[in-house]
């Protein structure tokens, strides 16, 4: 029977590793030498709290959805609440690895709770976890150790801010490492534009009619990327959204077969993949300023 553990609180956390909790919504761990009291060797994490690791050793087999984590030495892995992940230990494990836990409770109201979402790497999966320099881990350290010191000391009126702060700092500086390793990982990012041009022209050609409209999700699958992995990749290669380039496509299709058959406009939407062509004129309207008919009229 396949072991599952819910993180829904810190307390869950450090008693699987048996640490003393400072903090109910927030803790700082180093596992270096630790040996869990309750981890069993393959298990289950169904996460309720939000956590960010760097790892400083292999120590197995971490599987988020159905691929495997790309991490090493000097890698920083993250999870967020709804997200489950599956670790196989090594034979020879033997934890190395500091990070954050920290609630939701925790910046629920702060501007951290507000502006979370833009941290779009906690939705990151396979091979898209984050590797170091070392003066980037030095600077990882540093904000953790900030936000364990305001853990320890006597909680007072400036404590919670301070800390979601610190947090907050982390993670800026995460989104900043993350841009230096789309920029040094540019041959491979522009393999996975050109794949991308090919599956949208691929999608258009043959299974718009079956299967409707594409979404984002649909072509980050196709190149074994996570939606928002995928949607950052393309926004810092190309300064456009994978939204922005599907609707390029739609508009640029749509032209040439008001333009260059005799379909009706319904046989071109569905075509297209709507669903009603009532959609698609709102939709050509929309970002042409005509509807379809209207520009083949003035373009013939």
Same mark, same amino acid.
Request: with cysteine; glycine share 6%.
């Given at each position: 029977?396949?072991?599952?553990?819910?993180?829904?609180?810190?307390?869950?956390?450090?008693?699987?590793?048996?640490?003393?909790?400072?903090?109910?919504?927030?803790?700082?761990?180093?596992?270096?030498?630790?040996?869990?009291?309750?981890?069993?060797?393959?298990?289950?994490?169904?996460?309720?709290?939000?956590?960010?690791?760097?790892?400083?050793?292999?120590?197995?087999?971490?599987?988020?959805?159905?691929?495997?984590?790309?991490?090493?030495?000097?890698?920083?892995?993250?999870?967020?609440?709804?997200?489950?992940?599956?670790?196989?230990?090594?034979?020879?494990?033997?934890?190395?690895?500091?990070?954050?836990?920290?609630?939701?409770?925790?910046?629920?109201?702060?501007?951290?709770?507000?502006?979370?979402?833009?941290?779009?790497?906690?939705?990151?999966?396979?091979?898209?976890?984050?590797?170091?320099?070392?003066?980037?881990?030095?600077?990882?350290?540093?904000?953790?150790?900030?936000?364990?010191?305001?853990?320890?000391? /006597?909680? #007072?009126?400036?404590?919670? =801010?301070? &800390?979601?702060?610190?947090? %907050?700092? +982390? @993670?800026?500086?995460?989104?900043?490492?993350?841009?230096?390793?789309?920029?040094?990982?540019?041959?491979?990012?522009?393999?996975?534009?050109?794949?991308?041009?090919?599956?949208?022209?691929?999608?258009?050609?043959?299974?718009?009619?079956?299967?409707?409209?594409?979404?984002?999700?649909?072509?980050?699958?196709?190149?074994?990327?996570?939606?928002?992995?995928?949607?950052?990749?393309?926004?810092?290669?190309?300064?456009?959204? /994978?939204? #922005?380039?599907?609707?390029? =496509?739609? &508009?640029?299709?749509?032209? %040439?077969? +008001? @333009?260059?058959?005799?379909?009706?406009?319904?046989?071109?939407?569905?075509?297209?993949?709507?669903?009603?062509?009532?959609?698609?004129?709102?939709?050509?309207?929309?970002?042409?300023?005509?509807?379809?008919?209207?520009?083949?009229?003035?373009?013939?």
């Amino acid at each position: 029977m396949e072991n599952e553990i819910f993180i829904d609180t810190i307390e869950t956390y450090n008693n699987i590793w048996g640490l003393e909790t400072r903090h109910p919504l927030v803790a700082v761990v180093d596992l270096n030498g630790l040996s869990p009291t309750a981890e069993p060797a393959e298990v289950t994490y169904h996460y309720g709290i939000y956590s960010l690791w760097l790892k400083q050793t292999y120590c197995g087999d971490i599987t988020y959805g159905r691929l495997p984590y790309d991490y090493q030495e000097g890698t920083v892995t993250s999870f967020a609440p709804g997200q489950t992940i599956h670790v196989k230990h090594a034979p020879d494990y033997v934890p190395s690895a500091v990070g954050l836990l920290f609630h939701p409770d925790m910046i629920h109201g702060t501007s951290l709770g507000r502006d979370i979402r833009q941290y779009s790497f906690f939705d990151y999966s396979s091979r898209e976890a984050l590797h170091l320099s070392e003066n980037e881990k030095a600077i990882f350290r540093d904000c953790l150790d900030k936000i364990r010191q305001e853990t320890e000391r /006597p909680a #007072d009126s400036h404590s919670r =801010k301070l &800390i979601c702060r610190n947090i %907050e700092l +982390l @993670l800026d500086y995460c989104m900043r490492f993350y841009d230096r390793q789309f920029n040094t990982r540019r041959d491979a990012n522009l393999d996975i534009l050109t794949r991308f041009e090919d599956e949208l022209n691929s999608y258009f050609h043959g299974s718009a009619l079956r299967d409707g409209l594409p979404s984002v999700k649909y072509f980050a699958e196709r190149c074994f990327l996570s939606p928002n992995y995928f949607g950052d990749l393309v926004k810092k290669e190309t300064g456009r959204t /994978p939204q #922005d380039f599907i609707q390029t =496509k739609i &508009i640029e299709l749509s032209k %040439e077969e +008001l @333009l260059g058959t005799k379909k009706t406009v319904s046989e071109i939407a569905y075509g297209l993949g709507f669903q009603y062509s009532q959609h698609f004129n709102r939709y050509f309207k929309r970002n042409v300023g005509r509807t379809p008919s209207e520009y083949r009229r003035e373009m013939a």
